[in-house]
């Protein structure tokens, strides 16, 4: 087994541009659902706004980047109204199954085959981030750095830009909740209707989270499609709204650290467990006291098993998350 | 008891109108700052709230009490905008309320608390009360975005809030959360919070529920307070010591409907209202039986 094989990409996960995009995915949803209490299951569709927004442009209206980041800006609005002006007024869970069933919507209609000639279908949308990569001040094909940190000239241009936008939106994030603003969201997350009887307009606040919050999550489709070069339906799915659940919870929710170092964490790990098993199994299928455990078409789905148990594992022992206080948790249902 | 205490000018005007006030359910005040007209409510097959006429006395601390079910927090709910009744109409101050949606009757001056206690708990006890100001730049996201546009206005609130907190002697709970409160102080968390919207009504559901008896003595003076600081008080209770003690006009609801109304010594004596909090053929009046 290759140990420094295993912990080099570990390593390397930990920054890498997946990590910046769960990172980004993230922290909006921590702005809808961490600090104002949205239960949004649906962020893979806000996600699919950017990367499309994004794809369309260059491919159909031949316009530059710029116009894709602002026609994504425009599909999260009109997506936020959408799944908001129903659901907002009602109780948190009407907001969650309209999220989950939205998002699935959003990723069956752009790989439909009647709209194959708008959304590529299942073979996406490619060879749109040209302007993207002529931006880059490195040259593409160069390695740069050393191991476990070296990347070819796009990989680092991506990285830079999507860490950039990691760095710039947990600021603006930490501003937002430490304003008056944040205040009021935050108070509708403990309970609406006392905000309710002191003036605000919660539904107003609730739709403004969502859209903020999809907003951020739309710069991380982007960041995903642009580092692939395409936009694949399939890369929006539930999993990846859930894995991005998953690594905010770890990272401790209503939290900006929270929110960046949860996501690395998690995509460390699961790089790590998928490193490890396959090393485990790359020559003959793994055995313990003669039973076989696990063989090499297998490490996909145990991993998957491993997060499961792992999450578990997390919400018994520290369900506040890494950064999460103890004390804000021990204040639930007093 | 009464004699010795100092009302202010508007408290004494009310408690004066009110003195010539005929006790009867639903009698029209000299000046009224809450007015409800034909308000009916039904849940199904149920009349909630069927309230034919009733004002609220500006400047005065009217109880409305009634047994349990005859539609008191149902009135505050449809009164606030939390709920909208099937038909009649209601103003608060001359403005018409029958398209106000809740939020808004805050920011007119009319606020209300909650019979369970809706402190925010994961905020602190400072946060809780500037959540309470209304107008505040930073509450839009633009404005939050860029802290030297609400700081100014910032901490004026939070000097406000500070003052009402040692008025409320919630001082050295400042920064703590709300959550580490116990009942009673939470109950004066909510009143105080309220108070930061600077209401001209308050209206306060069960203020007394849970709260020890040494609570419930500065919790009433707390009530007179308000009330010689300029404000009209409409609470809902079912202690009747307090009730007697504190009230200058006191509603009686039963079923939905306004049954009785009139000063406390009018009130203790009815016996309409005795009949409803204890079936017929009781003799006794509500406080014999309460020091029996």
Known sequence: MDIIKILENTISAFFGIDAAYF????????????YTG?????QSAFMACGAYGLGMTSQYFGVGMWWGILIGLALVIILGLLVGIPTLRLRADYLAIVTIATAEIVRLV????RFKEYFGGSDGINSFSSSFRDLSPFDPGAQYGVRPFQYSGYSLWTMIVGW??????????????KSPWGRVVKAIREDEDAVRSLGKNVYSYKMQSLIIGGVVGMFSGMIFALDRGSVQPDNYSRDVTFYVLTALVLG???????????????????????????????????EMFGIGIIQKSQVGPVNYMLIGLGLMLLMTFRPQGIFGSKEEMALDGR | ???????????????????????????????????????????GGVTAVDVQHLEVQRGSITALIGPNGAGKTTLFNLLTGFDTPDNGEWMFDSKNLKKVVAHKTASLGMVRTFQLTKSLTKLSVIENMKLGATHQMGEKWWNGLLPFRYRKQESMIERRADELLKRFKLDHMR????????????????????LMTNPRLVMLDEPMAGVNPALKQSLN??????????????????????????????????EGRIIAEGTPEQISSNPAVIEAYLGTHQGKSLLEEENA
Do not use: C
């Open chain 2, 221 to 254: 003076e707390h009530i007179r307070g308000l009330r010689d600081d300029g404000m009209t008080v409409l609470f809902v209770e079912h202690d009747m010591d307090m009730v007697h003690d504190i009230s200058d006009w006191v509603v009686v609801m039963a």
């Open chain 2, 175 to 194: 920064d703590q959360y709300a959550g580490t409160l116990s009942g009673g102080q939470r109950k004066l968390l909510e009143m105080a919070r309220a």
């Open chain 1, 252 to 286: 401790g929710v209503a939290r900006v650290s929270g929110s960046v170092i949860g996501p690395m964490m998690f995509w460390g790990l699961y790089v790590f467990s998928d490193n490890f098993l396959r090393e485990l199994t790359k020559d003959r299928p793994f």
């Open chain 1, 164 to 177: 950039s936008l990691v760095i710039i939106f947990s600021f603006l994030v930490y501003l937002l909740m």
């Open chain 1, 23 to 34: 990172a980004l995915a993230a922290i909006g949803l921590n702005i809808q659902f961490g």
């Open chain 2, 1 to 43: 008891m009464d004699a010795e205490r100092t009302y202010t000018e508007l408290a004494q005007r009310a408690r004066a109108a009110l003195a010539s006030v005929n006790a009867s359910p639903g009698v029209a005040k000299p000046d009224p700052i809450l007015l409800a007209e034909n308000v009916r409510r039904n849940f």
């Open chain 1, 38 to 42: 949205l239960l949004n299951f649906g």
């Open chain 1, 110 to 113: 752009v790989r439909s085959v």
